[in-house]
């Protein structure tokens, strides 16, 4: 396949995530920002991909947004999953232990198959310095520790959002290490799909891109 017929498929996906974002139809345009930005990217057509960005990340906004709605302020906290989930109940969820990070993805997965507002975070026990481990698994493991809530018993919705909001501080953080910008635009990518609700990862991918194209 050409070059040209590939940047016209990213084309095509990208006009009709920017279709559905006028509609405010929030998880077809974040299932069609995704799709052209992963074909510009194979075919490293990264202006395209760099363009891609900007609707996957307000799609994936109000998909947050509309989880943190339907929570009514606090998050619904769970220890564990069932193992053949087939539905989610929309909102922000906090797994403890005895769940683990791949539930939270489970959920997240379901819940964009369903089309249900999800936002699933997953905690670790307490390490020995007293630090909260956060996780989140994917194309790659992210793991970030944070301080635990004031009441142990009680985990409120800006301490969630926050961990999560670490998790992919983390991720730009280890993306900086790398050497090269090809592998940079791979570590954000990658970590992209373990946290994707992350804005400032969506905006470090963007800018990694636009410097690849230039």
């Given at each position: 396949m050409t070059t040209k017929k590939k940047s016209l498929i990213s084309e095509t996906h990208l006009t009709s995530a920017e279709r559905a974002?006028?509609?405010?139809?929030?998880?077809?345009?974040?299932?069609?920002?995704?799709?052209?930005?992963?074909?510009?990217l194979q075919s490293n057509i990264y202006e395209l991909a760099?363009?891609?960005?900007?609707?996957?990340?307000?799609?994936?906004?109000q998909r947050v947004l509309m989880a943190i709605d339907a929570s009514d302020g606090t998050p619904n906290v769970l220890d564990q999953v069932e193992s053949e989930l087939e539905s989610v109940e929309p909102g922000v969820h906090l797994l403890v232990?005895?769940?683990?990070?791949?539930?939270?993805?489970?959920?997240?997965?379901?819940?964009?198959?369903?089309?249900?507002?999800?936002?699933?975070?997953?905690?670790?026990?307490?390490?020995?310095?007293?630090?909260?481990?956060?996780?989140?698994i994917g194309e790659v493991t992210i793991r970030s520790y944070v301080d635990p809530p004031e009441d142990p018993e009680a985990h409120s919705m800006e301490w969630t959002l926050g961990a999560m909001e670490s998790l992919g501080d983390t991720a730009i953080e280890r993306a900086d290490e790398s050497s090269s910008g090809p592998d940079r635009i791979t570590a954000l990518r990658n970590a992209l799909d373990s946290i994707p609700e992350h804005e400032k990862l969506h905006q470090a991918l963007a800018q990694e891109l636009r410097s690849a194209a230039s």
């Amino acid at each position: 396949m050409t070059t040209k017929k590939k940047s016209l498929i990213s084309e095509t996906h990208l006009t009709s995530a920017e279709r559905a974002m006028k509609d405010a139809r929030w998880f077809d345009a974040e299932r069609d920002a995704l799709a052209a930005l992963d074909s510009a990217l194979q075919s490293n057509i990264y202006e395209l991909a760099a363009d891609a960005i900007l609707p996957l990340q307000e799609a994936r906004r109000q998909r947050v947004l509309m989880a943190i709605d339907a929570s009514d302020g606090t998050p619904n906290v769970l220890d564990q999953v069932e193992s053949e989930l087939e539905s989610v109940e929309p909102g922000v969820h906090l797994l403890v232990p005895h769940a683990v990070a791949a539930d939270a993805r489970r959920m997240r997965v379901v819940g964009l198959q369903t089309e249900v507002p999800v936002l699933a975070v997953c905690r670790e026990p307490l390490t020995s310095a007293g630090q909260v481990p956060i996780v989140a698994i994917g194309e790659v493991t992210i793991r970030s520790y944070v301080d635990p809530p004031e009441d142990p018993e009680a985990h409120s919705m800006e301490w969630t959002l926050g961990a999560m909001e670490s998790l992919g501080d983390t991720a730009i953080e280890r993306a900086d290490e790398s050497s090269s910008g090809p592998d940079r635009i791979t570590a954000l990518r990658n970590a992209l799909d373990s946290i994707p609700e992350h804005e400032k990862l969506h905006q470090a991918l963007a800018q990694e891109l636009r410097s690849a194209a230039s």
